[in-house]
């Protein structure tokens, strides 16, 4: 059984930065594509960065641009989302999610397209 758990959310400063984590446990990180959605209230869940199941290919969604780094530890199994320069309307849960992606170098997008999805971890940027 496949498990995504999220940590590092918090209360941060406008300007200040977070590191999200997000743990896989059940099987690699090998042909898993993985992004990072965020969902605050009234709005949609929306992408803010992926990578492909081959790990070669990002998105980041153009408000996070610049600012968000995703990146991925395979000995540690493990996905981040480095979020500098946070600003309130970053304020949202953050979700993890993953699906298997063998040879993919496609990127995915849509919430629709994961299988695996973490409990969510609170970012409250205060202004």
């Known amino acids: 059984q496949v498990q995504l758990v999220e940590s590092g959310g918090g209360l941060v400063q406008a300007g200040g930065s977070l590191r999200l984590s997000c743990a896989v446990s059940?099987?690699?990180?090998?042909?898993?594509?993985m992004g990072w959605f965020r969902q605050a209230p009234g709005k949609d869940r929306e992408c803010v960065a992926a990578f492909s199941g081959t790990g070669t290919n990002t998105y980041y969604g153009d408000s996070v641009k610049g600012r968000f780094a995703i990146s991925r530890d395979n000995a540690e199994n493990t996905s981040y989302l480095q979020m500098n320069s946070l600003k309130p309307e970053d304020t949202a849960v953050y979700y993890c999610?993953?699906?298997?992606?063998?040879?993919?170098?496609?990127?995915?997008?849509?919430?629709?397209?994961?299988?695996?999805w973490g409990q969510g971890t609170q970012v409250t940027v205060s202004s």
């Open positions: 059940g099987r690699t990180l090998r042909s898993y594509a």
């Open positions: 999610a993953g699906s298997p992606a063998q040879l993919s170098f496609r990127v995915r997008t849509l919430a629709s397209e994961y299988v695996h």
